[in-house]
């Protein structure tokens, strides 16, 4: 089954702007190009192998050139080499993230609008999709996919532009470009779900500032980890944070000087905030101290053009940005600066990501303030906000980043290394959205075309024959292409 999941060999095309001479994670990983040079001497890389590296007992001083073998690592244990008489969290996620999510596809879903947005629940029993036509619907994964909530909603505006589930799995938001966030009780015995008709629908509204426009759009909204405040960010070029128990906005910033299409918490305190914006810019925000209204803890430069997500580590130092200069980057909130202007080296004024393509001239060119710790190219960041991940802390160790991308295609690199380790090819429109299971090697592609699809390792047993796909082959590599 291992030789059918795809060939990885010599490929460039991918790469992480930085120095490797140590991969711990694959031989077969090729190395990328040179820019960041101390980029390996960063404790992120460090706390990545001590994540998803076998035990000591185990290891010897040429892993990162022959990687310990499952059969050895099964071995040591048995022999209890380690003294525990088990594997560790780094045991298990050095055997479980060689088994990529890359065969497949088998079709979840199809519907007949654009999909939009599609996560996982944080324990992987849900999975949430989200629809131009103002669908969501909620699959319960360990129930086998069947839809457990059939959202028809109402008042939407052009698209649900994101949803996210609460932490206790009860109740989901829906933003669209509108000031109002509606919630849902998920964890109610219907099914179907027809705004305030067979369910109420509750506005959460997050306009009402005199200094605000009332008629701007949310792009992003996330539950805090205790579920009780929610952090939005939209065409206003404002930060909105929400608090559900007293159930009124309780912080504006005006934050960016464009829209602001990606906000997150950083890790479960909930103090610090990440946002990024189509003015070329990450900022980060601590809600502990602030001085000045609208003073951002520190700015982080390097993209070219706008950023369309971001994704947080979780660590509270760390996190990754896509942009629309057709990059994903790394960062470390400890490099930030003070202070900072939007710089724009992209020359021409009338490119437009919704419908150009990316200028070839514009490829290479790199901001002269990049701060961030690594740089990965491959995927396509055009037509929509397309978003991009961290691996699975517990299956992964977080050793890999994945990318939706506007070719149908999901992007998976690795975090070290900044090779591209797989190409998932399926769909006939932008992947805007995509979702590794948190346990499992499973991933889910949603895509523009309307299909909602499942990639697995090693596949379904009760769905042996997935979508019907041509070969292909892709700059000295199979492509994670099956028959």
Same mark, same amino acid.
């Given at each position: 089954?291992?030789?059918?999941l795809f ?6 095309n ?11 994670s ?5 190395k ?10 960063h ?19 040429r ?44 079709r979840?879903?199809?519907m ?38 059939d959202?028809?909603t ?11 589930l ?39 509204d ?15 909204v996330?539950f ?7 952090v ?8 909105h944070v929400?608090?559900l128990e ?11 000087q ?6 997150c ?7 610090? @905030? !990440? +946002? %990024? =914006?189509? $003015? ?5 925000? /601590? ?49 930030m ?31 002269p303030?990049?701060?961030s ?15 991009c ?11 890999? @980043? !994945? +990318? %939706? =991308?506007? $070719?149908?295609?999901v992007?998976?690199? /690795?975090l070290?290394?900044?090779?591209e380790v ?19 090697p499973?991933?889910?592609s949603?895509?523009w ?28 590599r ?6």
């Amino acid at each position: 089954m291992m030789s059918r999941l795809f060939k990885s060999s010599g490929n460039t095309n991918g790469a992480c702007d930085n120095d490797n001479e140590d991969d711990s994670s694959a031989s077969t990983i090729s190395k990328g190009s040179h820019e960041n040079s101390d980029y390996f001497d960063h404790d992120i890389v460090q706390l990545t192998k001590l994540r998803s590296v076998p035990n000591k007992f185990l290891s010897n001083s040429r892993m990162s050139l022959h990687p310990v073998s499952t059969v050895k690592m099964l071995a040591g244990r048995e022999g209890n080499f380690s003294g525990k008489g088990k594997f560790s969290s780094a045991d298990s996620c050095h055997v479980l993230s060689r088994f990529l999510p890359a065969n497949g596809p088998w079709r979840i879903d199809r519907m007949k609008s654009r999909a939009y947005v599609s996560q996982f629940s944080d324990d992987g029993s849900l999975f949430v999709a989200g629809f131009q036509g103002g669908h969501i619907r909620v699959y319960n994964v360990d129930g086998g996919w069947k839809i457990q909530k059939d959202i028809l909603t109402k008042s939407v505006r052009w698209t649900i532009t994101d949803t996210c589930l609460s932490p206790d799995r009860r109740n989901l938001v829906y933003a669209s470009m509108s000031p109002i966030v509606h919630i849902v009780d998920v964890g109610s015995a219907t099914t179907e779900s027809l705004a305030n008709v067979t369910e109420i629908h509750d506005g959460l509204d997050f306009s009402g500032n005199e200094d605000e426009d009332n008629e701007f759009g949310i792009f992003s909204v996330k539950f805090s980890t205790d579920g009780r405040e929610l952090v939005a960010g939209g065409s206003d070029y404002g930060i909105h944070v929400y608090d559900l128990e007293s159930n009124k906005k309780i912080l504006w910033i005006h934050a960016h000087q464009s829209d602001v299409n990606t906000v997150c918490f950083a890790d479960e305190t909930g103090h610090l @905030i !990440y +946002s %990024g =914006s189509d $003015d070329n810019l990450c900022k980060v925000w /601590d809600r502990r101290c602030f001085i000045n209204r609208g003073q951002a803890t520190g700015i982080l430069t390097g993209h070219l053009e706008g950023i369309t997500f971001i994704d947080s580590h979780g660590d509270g130092r760390h996190f990754i940005s896509n942009g629309k200069d057709q990059t994903t980057k790394l960062w470390d909130i400890r490099k930030m600066s003070s202070n900072t202007t939007c710089t724009t080296i992209l020359r021409d004024p009338e490119w437009d990501y919704r419908w150009m393509e990316y200028p070839s001239s514009a490829r290479n060119l790199k901001h002269p303030n990049d701060k961030s710790l690594a740089t990965y190219r491959g995927h396509s960041v055009l037509r929509t906000l397309i978003r991009c991940y961290f691996s699975p802390k517990y299956s992964t160790g977080q050793k890999y @980043i !994945y +990318s %939706g =991308s506007t $070719d149908g295609s999901v992007y998976i690199y /690795d975090l070290v290394s900044g090779a591209e380790v797989a190409r998932l090819a399926y769909h006939e429109g932008p992947v805007r959205d995509c979702s590794w299971h948190p346990v499992y090697p499973m991933l889910v592609s949603s895509s523009w075309d309307g299909v909602i699809a499942k990639w697995e390792f090693p596949g379904s047993e009760e769905t042996r024959n997935p979508v019907h796909r041509r070969s292909s082959k892709r700059s000295g590599r199979w492509v994670a292409y099956s028959s």
